[in-house]
């Protein structure tokens, strides 16, 4: 039975409430306006068992649609109050354009690993290059303040076999992370395919232990080859590229 | 006894703006609203120590706040549209002031508009479909 006390309580604040408010309203003009809301309030506040019985939480969804009518606002305050959400509509635009130019990165990058892939395949005439590049942004050498993108880490993985033909995935990642001050290129990291006796294409394992000593100097001269093939064609520091090949060898420069 | 000094307060600008008129209509007008706005802010200290009162009763009572800020809102637009409304009007442009109470009017009634909805929507509940 206690809500039935709770509810009688609320009635009779709500009359109180009105009674004083009106009261208090400074002219006659507004009072009848005013009086109609303030019934409305009561009466809500009568039906307020039965409207819970029914619909739910109307209270919720009279504070939701209070709320939502507040951040509406009028014609001249541009939705709200001035200058947070200011601060919030240009925070939302910084958002946007970091996202759009994070998108533009990783098309570029991927475009980029393109070309170098059709690059290392016409010279080597090896199949399966696997390249992945990062491009970050970076301070424009000389002239202006400007970001401009550089290339921050080129991995070319190969492998033997051609498990993995259209193996291109150019991934610009972590656009924001601190290389800013690089200058136009860094790391390069090849890695030459895959154990040619297990047949498959182990390159995420650069420490395989598997190998054959035999590889050995093909790879390496392979992975020369590229490091030096992208060194001149892209005008990169060498210290960018990264070949893993063969499962074998691990060449870092 | 505030009383005593709001009415010392309008007396005097009262008398002044009878002189300021004949000699400069324009003064005189901005006096008025100064000293509206005085008396105003006199009174919005009261105004908030009843606000605050009616809140923390509400409060301790467990009646939903929801409807205290609507009933606070009521009092706030039609205090602000009266008090526009009337220094529009002693400045004489009658048009004016009445869109302004206009203005106080319709956003008096778009308070009334979620709550309305909330119990034409139980009302079309409870008949049968």
Redesign the interface.
């Known amino acids: 039975m206690s809500w039935l006390g709770?509810w009688l309580?609320?009635i009779i604040?709500?009359v109180l409430?009105?009674s004083?408010?009106e009261l208090?309203?400074?002219?006659k003009?507004?009072e009848r306006?005013?009086r109609?809301?303030?019934s409305?309030?009561i009466?809500?506040?009568m039906?307020s068992p039965?409207?819970s019985l029914?619909?739910g939480d109307?209270?919720a969804?009279?504070?939701l649609?209070?709320g939502r009518?507040e951040k509406e606002g009028g014609l001249f305050t541009g939705g709200g109050s001035g200058d947070p959400s200011l601060e919030k509509i240009l925070a939302d635009g910084q958002k946007l354009a970091q996202g759009r130019q994070d998108q533009s990165l990783k098309l570029a990058a991927e475009e980029v690993a393109e070309q170098m892939r059709e690059q290392i395949i016409s010279e080597t005439g090896k199949r399966g290059v696997n390249v992945t590049v990062t491009l970050g942004m970076g301070k424009s050498g000389g002239s202006g303040n400007e970001d401009i993108p550089v290339i921050s880490a080129v991995k070319v993985s190969m492998s033997l076999t051609t498990a993995n033909p259209t193996g291109v995935s150019g991934t610009s990642s972590s656009v924001a992370a601190p290389p800013i001050a690089i200058a136009p290129i860094e790391p390069v990291e090849v890695k030459i395919g895959a154990n040619p006796e297990n047949g498959s294409a182990s390159a995420d394992e650069p420490k395989a232990v598997n190998g054959n000593v035999t590889e050995d100097n093909t790879s390496t001269n392979e992975t020369e080859s590229i490091v030096k093939l992208l060194e001149q064609k892209w005008d990169l520091d060498p210290e960018v590229i990264q070949v893993d090949g063969g499962g074998v060898n691990n060449v870092k420069l | 006894m505030e009383i005593i000094q709001v009415v010392g307060i309008g007396l005097i600008s009262t008398i002044l703006i009878l002189v300021l008129k004949e000699q400069k209509p324009m003064f005189a007008f901005l006096l008025a609203t100064a000293t509206g706005i005085l008396i105003f802010l006199f009174l919005i200290g009261k105004i908030g120590m009843i606000l605050s009162t009616l809140e923390r009763v509400a409060e301790s009572s467990g009646m939903e706040m929801i409807y205290l800020k609507t009933v606070f809102k009521i009092i706030g637009i039609s205090y602000i549209a009266e008090f526009g409304a009337q220094i529009v009007r002693d400045a004489g442009q009658e048009s004016i002031a009445s869109k302004i109470e206009l203005a106080g009017k319709v956003l008096i009634m778009v308070l009334a508009v979620p709550i309305i909805s909330i119990i034409i929507e139980t009302v079309m509940k409870l008949l049968p479909a």
């Open positions: 709770d309580r609320e604040l709500v409430l009105a004083f408010v208090l309203l400074p002219s003009s507004m306006y005013a109609l809301v303030l409305l309030l009466l809500l506040t039906l039965i409207v029914l619909k109307a209270i969804e009279l504070s649609a209070m009518q």
